[in-house]
């Protein structure tokens, strides 16, 4: 519902097209200006649907041949007279003749056909003339005449340009009601006044036709006429009761008054008018203009042409009369305007460089939905400028190609110098992948002009399907925008509406420019020997300080660099940095200092691992035991052989290794202990309150009874208090580690710390 409003609301225009439309089909409608067209089309409908006359009407001509016969047109009523008596004698049923008989001719000839009329009496009917304002005058048979014959109407109504005519049901004269000819003929005596149009469809070739001459002569078969009706028309050229048919050339006026009784005969037609066409056209001219579906449009389209032409014949037939021109033209002026429309909409919808479906086209789009992705390329300017011709069309629709082999198949939209486009994923590892793998992609040189253009690009995403497109672009654009001046490969939009995972992934966006630009860095915290209270090394920590979110604990990011498999790149980038440092103190003197790196289980599933250790401490110069791996226990490590294994291959190269976080896993020391390992790292949680919680206490205690006798080394890690640490020399502990001794620190604090703590004289005294 919603969404209909909407497009309904996006379409302005294309209410004004049906407003305009509608108002030129009523004018046309209403003014009848188009009749003349509108008969010609119904002429033409008649013409499709030609058909013979039921042939129970015979016309009986007074035509040229009888003008030569008896010598002249105005011949004596004796004639009319012998006619009658003719036809009866031939089994006529009943005879209409054509004309009123208002005038004297001689009394003898006048009185030979009163004496006819009186002897076919009720059989015979005259022509009367019903006055029309202006137009005619009332004219009807002489007393003589209609005191022994009935009279009927031969009106008719002319239509413009005699494009046909129209017959009256019935009309008044001399104050009685009187059926037309036509009527009667049908053997009807209607009261309505009105009009109806013939069916033209009936041709009058087909009606029998006979002349008055071969009537009298005796030419006709008898049974041309016996048992039909007769009607007597006056058809010769001179006598100007002539007019144009359309399709059918020039027809005597009797003719009509038979089309018009055979018209009758099948039933009453009925004047619809132009209205309900226009009425049935108007759901269909707004189906065609607003729907955006290709198949709905072109099915309103067909239903329309069905509406302006077989339905109007099919109604025809039923003698149910339509007018198609208001509706017609209505749906004309929809149809020539939704095209313009469509086309303006179309440019108005599109990139003018690219002819790519632009961000108007994004924003009127309400079908799409998903995760909107906005794709910046961060040096088109430079590379346009680098061009002396316009490379933005062949640049964006090669990218738009190239987003397109990634796999995208919904439309690519181009606005300024970014493109967007809908994804189905939400914020996953799998979007973040594919974005990963586009950018590979899109960072392979691009061809233009016979040049190698490469492009810069980041990324912008909004995940939010909730918010409308409008806000949804712009933060799409922002993000991607923000990214690039953060040098990240990508953005996601609204990090403080973001849940915990789409925080972690925007974070990722970030990790690489983060290792780049300095805002990952190391802290070192220094491991004290607890006999001599001298450092004897340092564990390096990841550190992050995000420019906007602030200082973001290694809690939050190395799980989530687990998770987006960003872990390796954060590892050999703290052992890079914590190694060379460690070199640098040894050059400084601190010759015999160590240092701890944190290793995640998962980097033991990274079949590079063994060999970049070992490649990092001999290029910074290191002995292997420099270094010490410090590796979450986790149980499941002996049923990972890989790990295992890795672990294996790590303690044979001569790296110390060591167990962190003891205590916090349900995996026992002995168990632990068939793993390579030169020491166990007390977890904090256990050491920090020591000195008070004797659950602890038994704990530490027999950890460390259990690992000297397995031959380890035990670092106490959280050591925050005297007693603490006087506890742990006591108990025998080798190594402390806390904020008692220094917290973790930037490595040119550790080093003025180490230079503090051993003068150069007694720095090779430190013994490990
Ligand atoms: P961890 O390996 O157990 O590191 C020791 C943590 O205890 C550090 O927290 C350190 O700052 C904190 N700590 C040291 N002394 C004290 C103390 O006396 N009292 C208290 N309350 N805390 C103390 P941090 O730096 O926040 O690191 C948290 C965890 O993040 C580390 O736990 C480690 O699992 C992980 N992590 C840090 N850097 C890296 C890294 O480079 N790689 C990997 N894989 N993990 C790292
Ligand atoms: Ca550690
Ligand atoms: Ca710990």
């Given at each position: 519902m919603i969404r209909r409003i909407r497009s309904i609301g996006a379409s302005r225009p294309r209410l004004r097209v049906i407003g305009w439309a509608l108002l030129l089909a009523m004018i046309c409608g209403l003014l009848e200006a188009a009749e003349p067209i509108e008969d010609m089309v119904k002429a033409t409908r008649d013409l499709v649907r030609a058909r013979p006359a039921s042939g129970q009407i015979v016309v009986v001509k007074v035509d040229e041949r009888t003008a030569q016969a008896l010598g002249t047109l105005a011949f004596s009523r004796r004639y009319d007279a012998e006619l009658l008596d003719r036809l009866f004698a031939m089994g006529a049923r009943r005879v209409f003749l054509d004309r009123v008989y208002a005038d004297r001719t001689s009394p003898a000839e006048d009185r030979a056909f009163a004496a006819?009329?009186?002897?076919?009496?009720?059989?015979?009917?005259?022509?009367?003339?019903?006055?029309?304002?202006g137009e005619l005058e009332e004219l009807i048979p002489l007393p003589d005449f209609r005191s022994v014959a009935e009279y009927r109407s031969i009106n008719g109504r002319p239509q413009p340009f005699s494009l046909g005519a129209s017959l009256p049901f019935a009309v008044t004269i001399d104050g009685k009601t009187v059926p037309s000819m036509a009527a009667a003929l049908a053997?009807?005596?209607p009261a309505s006044q009105a009009?109806?149009?013939?069916?033209?469809?009936?041709?009058?070739?087909?009606?029998?036709?006979?002349?008055?001459?071969?009537?009298l002569a005796g030419t006709v078969p008898a049974e041309q006429i016996a048992g039909r009706d007769v009607i007597i028309g006056w058809t010769a050229a001179t006598l100007r009761d002539i007019h144009r048919v359309p399709y059918q050339g020039l027809q005597a006026g009797v003719y009509f008054h038979v089309i018009g009784a055979e018209t009758l005969m099948r039933g009453t037609p009925m004047r619809l008018g132009w209205l309900p066409l226009l009425?049935?056209?108007?759901?269909?001219?707004?189906?065609?203009?607003l729907s955006r579906r290709w198949l709905t449009r072109g099915l309103a389209m067909a239903l329309a042409i069905g509406l302006m032409a077989p339905l109007p014949l099919y109604l025809d037939a039923q003698l149910v009369e339509v007018d198609v021109l208001p509706a017609?033209?209505?749906?004309?002026?929809?149809?020539?305007?939704?095209?313009?429309?469509?086309?303006?909409?179309?440019?108005?919808?599109?990139?003018?460089?690219?002819?790519?479906?632009?961000?108007v086209a994004l924003i009127?789009?309400?079908?799409?939905?998903?995760?909107?992705?906005?794709?910046?390329?961060?040096?088109?300017?430079?590379?346009?400028?680098?061009?002396?011709?316009?490379?933005?069309?062949t640049l964006f629709r090669e990218v738009e190609r190239r987003i397109r082999v990634a796999g995208n198949p919904g439309p690519v939209y181009h606005g300024e110098d970014a493109l967007f486009w809908f994804e189905r994923e939400p914020l996953s590892h799998e979007l973040i992948n594919h974005i990963g793998g586009l950018h590979k992609l899109l960072t392979q040189p691009l061809r233009i002009e016979d040049r190698d253009v490469d492009l810069l690009v980041s990324f912008g995403i909004d995940v939010d399907r909730d918010r409308p497109m409008p806000s949804r672009v712009a933060s799409a654009t922002l993000c991607a925008e923000e990214a690039a001046q953060a040098n990240d490969l990508w953005k996601v939009y609204d990090a403080q509406r973001l849940d915990k995972a789409a925080w972690e992934l925007s974070l990722m966006g970030r990790l690489s420019a983060a290792l780049d630009n300095g805002e990952v860095w190391v802290a070192y915290q220094p491991k004290v020997d607890l006999e001599t209270r001298q450092i004897i090394g340092a564990e390096a920590l990841a550190r992050w300080n995000h420019p906007t979110a602030g200082f973001i604990p290694p809690d939050q990011f190395i799980p989530a660099a687990e998770a987006h498999n960003r872990i390796g790149d954060l590892t050999y980038f703290i052992l890079r940095r914590a190694l060379e440092d460690l070199a640098e103190l040894r050059r400084r003197g601190h010759d015999r200092l160590g240092i701890a790196v944190n290793l995640s289980p998962r980097m033991l599933l990274d079949p590079a691992i063994v060999g970049e250790?070992?490649?990092?401490?001999?290029?910074?110069?290191?002995?292997?035991?420099?270094?010490?791996?410090?590796?979450?226990?986790?149980?499941?490590?002996?049923?990972?052989?890989?790990?295992?294994?890795?672990?294996?291959?790590l303690a044979a190269?001569?790296?110390?290794?060591?167990?962190?976080?003891?205590?916090?896993?349900?995996?026992?020391?002995?168990?632990?202990?068939?793993?390579?390992?030169q020491e166990v790292k007390i977890d904090r949680t256990f050491i920090s309150n020591l000195d008070t919680d004797a659950q602890n206490m038994i704990l530490v205690k027999s950890t460390l009874e259990m690992a000297h006798k397995l031959g380890r080394k035990v670092v106490a890690e959280g050591v925050e208090n005297e007693p603490v640490m006087q506890l742990l020399k006591q108990l025998g502990c080798d190594v402390a580690q806390g904020y008692l001794l220094g917290k973790p620190v930037p490595f040119a604090q550790l080093t003025e710390m180490l230079d503090r703590d051993f003068p150069l004289e007694q720095r090779r005294l430190v013994i490990w």
């Open positions: 006819a009329l009186r002897r076919h009496r009720g059989r015979v009917f005259l022509g009367a003339i019903a006055g029309t304002d053997g009807q005596a009009y109806f149009r013939p069916d033209w469809s009936v041709r009058i070739a087909s009606i029998p036709s006979f002349s008055f001459s071969d009537v009425i049935a056209a108007f759901p269909l001219a707004a189906l065609y203009l017609l033209l209505f749906l004309a002026v929809i149809g020539y305007q939704g095209t313009g429309l469509r086309r303006l909409e179309t440019t108005r919808r599109s990139h003018p460089a690219s002819a790519l479906p632009n961000l009127e789009e309400p079908e799409q939905g998903g995760t909107l992705v906005a794709l910046k390329i961060r040096n088109f300017p430079q590379i346009a400028a680098s061009f002396t011709t316009s490379v933005e069309g250790v070992v490649r990092l401490l001999s290029a910074n110069g290191l002995p292997r035991d420099a270094l010490t791996l410090e590796i979450t226990e986790t149980v499941d490590f002996l049923s990972s052989p890989t790990k295992v294994r890795t672990m294996e291959e190269t001569g790296v110390r290794i060591s167990i962190d976080d003891y205590g916090t896993g349900s995996a026992t020391l002995e168990y632990l202990s068939r793993l390579p390992s």
